[in-house]
Structures are given as C-alpha cells and as structure tokens.
C-alpha cells in the first residue's frame, strides 16, 4: 500500500498531451488552445453606430439657433455601405452596427431626433464620439485573441468568430471507454429485484467525464467472470486513451478487474492507496506499439468512485488536455467541529464551506460513508485530514479541495 502522495504523482507523472487538431468551433468548447491566435482582422471592423439614430458632424449641432435642422440623405441599415461623403448641416439615418458615414463623427440617438420632410430636426447638441464605436476599439488587427494553453469558453469562441476565424488548432481531447461490473447491478427504469441495486456509477461517470472535457467513447457493463472482463479492456482498449473501470479492485471472490488487466497485457503501476475511501484503488499501463493506455480502476461504492474522479482522473484528462493547471484547486479552512479517525490512511472528508471574513470555514457533513450519496450532492470540497493524524479539534485548519462539480459556485 501506497500513500495518497505517491499515488497521485505516479498517476500525474505519465499524463501529457495526445497531439493536436484542428476543430470546427463548434466543436472547441472546453478544448484546449494549442497556439496563440492573433487577430485577421479589427474588432469592430469599421467604425459604426451604437444605436439606431442619424449620423451627423457633431460640429453642426453647436448652433444658437433652434431647432436644429439637418437635411436627410439617405437611410442605412446593417450590412449596408453609404458611399457619400457627409456635407455641412446634412445627416444619414443609420441603424445599429451599421457603418458611420465617412464624415460624420457622432449619432443621436431616434429618439432625440424627428424627420420632418426631407429633413431631422435634433433636440440637442451632440459630443464628437458619441455613440460611435471606432474600427479597432476592442481588438486591433494582430492582437493576440487567445493564448496558447487557454481553455475556451463560449466568449473565447465567439471571439475567434467575430475575428473571422471557422477552425481552431487544440489539444486532442482524450478519449474515455468505461467498464461497469458488477452482476448484482440493473438499469434505472427497471424493476428492482432482491438482491439487485441500481446502477448509479454509470450515470455518475458519464456526467463527471462531461464536466472534464474527455470524450466518452464507450459504456458497457460487464460480468463478473474473468473472459468478459480481459475481452472487455481488450476491445476498450482499441480506441480508448483512457480506460476506468468501476469495481471488482478489491480482495473479493469476484473482484476480477486486476487479474484481467494483467491478462489484457497492462502492467500494475499500484494497487492499494492509504486514503480513504477508495482505499483498493488501482492505476495500469497497457502498451499498444509505441502508445500507452492507461487504466483506472476504481472502487465500486459510488462515494470512492467520484472522489477517485476527482483526485486522480480529472487532474489526469486536464493534464492529457493541455492544461498546465490541473490539480484540484485548494483553499486553507477551519474546521468547524472536531473530526475523528484512526492513523494510517488520509481521509478525504466531505464539507460544506462557508466564508467568514478572511478565512474559509469548512463544516463536515455528517455521512461520510463510501456508499452514500445523498452527502455528496451537499460537498463543496474535500478536507485532507493527514495520515498520521486520529483527533482534529474544531479550530484546526486544513487543505480542502473543491469538487470539480461545484468550482463554478465556490468563489475563490
């Protein structure tokens, strides 16, 4: 058995980029920037309106008398170009985003302004400027628009469409295959038989594996016999960059999942990490040719599979990504009640975490159990309460881990 330490840098140690490709944007969400991208083109393009209004020389609005009158030249929408140059005391009616008119220098807006005839009557005088975005104003031509290694957001993408851009160079995403064992497992939606439970882990994978910006390329559930199982990592391993199994690592009978994965061809790296839960945790490296695939295989009991997740499969896939920050991000808190444990093994604890003034507060909740669920929906982070420690008082303070399901509502 090995620490929680060495464990998680044997894992980090052999994960590195998959290669690069070129994507559809629409296909770039949560993928990883390869190289910087400047800009084709300004942003905005040409100087336009920011409003619906009359373009106008600012410098014929500074006049004592009143009204103001302007002679109306034309109208022009979005997507339109008016080609004239304006003249003393005229005006175009424009619409938002259309181009300024090579003369004007400012817009009123409609609803300070009133045609009459062939001409507007403004209401007011007008700033040079006003309501007019200048060509460049938000990104010049050659600009960097995206770093290399950034991860891309929707804003990041619809940065590189307005810069006229159909494709972006990324990191491969890696591809994931998951294999469910377990005979007393069914389906949600079927009926629940003596002896069986329903199969959460599947649905747990699939939605964590969606938030870490893998590709899941296959699901199957698997018999707790030896031949299914070598078949299964076999085929799996075909395509897959990364396979996770879930349960069938521990000591048990039926517990098949090392056996086979020595069987399929893959070599143990460990098995057996000092934490807890998800103490029978297990990590392989499959040879195919030159290329390595590598093999998680989790505990069974739902709590060990997503903390296994986000401990050492998510830090992982971001590393495999491209992503240069990949571990969990941590916060200092204070342990608002005392914990208890034997020495020996790392605990990851559930808590809540609330802020109060400069320092973090983190509450543990009170089922800390590996098969229970219903905690982990409340669990914004996981508290490391060290191996050699069995009293923490409240007061204490302690690393915690967000959860990657809740990084976005815990506001660091």
Request: aromatic letters at 6%; one cysteine or more.
């Amino acid at each position: 058995m090995i620490s929680y330490e060495k464990a998680r840098n044997l894992v980090i140690e052999r994960a590195y980029p998959l290669g690069k490709e070129k994507v559809e944007l629409e296909a770039a969400l949560g993928c990883v920037a390869a190289q910087e991208v400047r800009a084709k083109v300004p942003l905005p393009p040409f100087k336009n309106s920011a409003v619906d209004g009359y373009a106008v020389r600012s410098a014929d609005t500074v006049i004592v008398e009143q009204p103001i009158r302007l002679k109306l030249l034309a109208e022009q929408p979005a997507g339109e170009y008016f080609r004239k140059r304006l003249s003393h005391r005229q005006a175009v009616k424009v619409m938002t985003g259309a181009p300024v008119p090579a003369g004007a220098d400012a817009v009123i807006p409609v609803e300070e302004a009133e045609e009459e005839g062939d001409g507007v009557i403004l209401k007011r005088q007008v700033r040079p400027g006003e309501n007019v975005r200048e060509a460049g104003e938000d990104v010049a031509k050659g600009a960097v628009i995206i770093e290399r290694e950034t991860l891309l957001t929707p804003p990041h993408l619809g940065l590189l469409a307005a810069c006229g851009f159909r494709e972006v160079l990324v990191y491969r995403r890696p591809r994931l295959a998951v294999l469910i064992t377990g005979n007393e497992l069914c389906q949600p939606g079927e009926r629940l038989r003596p002896g069986k439970i329903y199969d959460s882990n599947s649905t747990i994978l699939q939605a964590l594996i969606k938030t870490s910006g893998a590709e899941l390329i296959s699901l199957r559930r698997v018999k707790d016999d030896l031949k299914s199982m070598v078949a299964a990592i076999k085929l799996a391993s075909a395509r897959a960059d990364i396979i996770i199994t879930s349960g069938g690592v521990s000591v048990g009978d039926y517990d098949l999942v090392k056996t086979a994965a020595v069987k399929a061809g893959a070599q143990e790296i460990f098995w057996k990490v000092a934490q807890k839960p998800a103490k029978p945790l297990a990590f392989y490296d499959l040879k195919k040719g030159k290329k390595s695939i590598w093999i998680f295989g989790l505990p069974g009991n739902p709590g060990a599979v997503m903390i296994s997740f986000e401990e050492y499969v998510r830090p992982f896939i971001k590393k495999c990504s491209g992503l240069k920050d990949f571990w969990p991000q941590e916060v200092e808190a204070v342990l608002t009640a005392s914990y208890r444990k034997k020495k020996g093994r790392l605990n990851f604890v559930r808590v809540v975490l609330a802020r109060k003034e400069n320092d973090w507060l983190a509450t543990p909740l009170s089922r800390q159990e590996s098969g229970i669920i219903s905690s982990l929906a409340q669990t914004d982070g996981l508290a490391l309460i060290p191996a050699e420690a069995d009293l923490l008082p409240a007061g204490t303070k302690v690393k915690v881990h967000i959860v990657g399901w809740k990084k976005n509502e815990v506001k660091i």
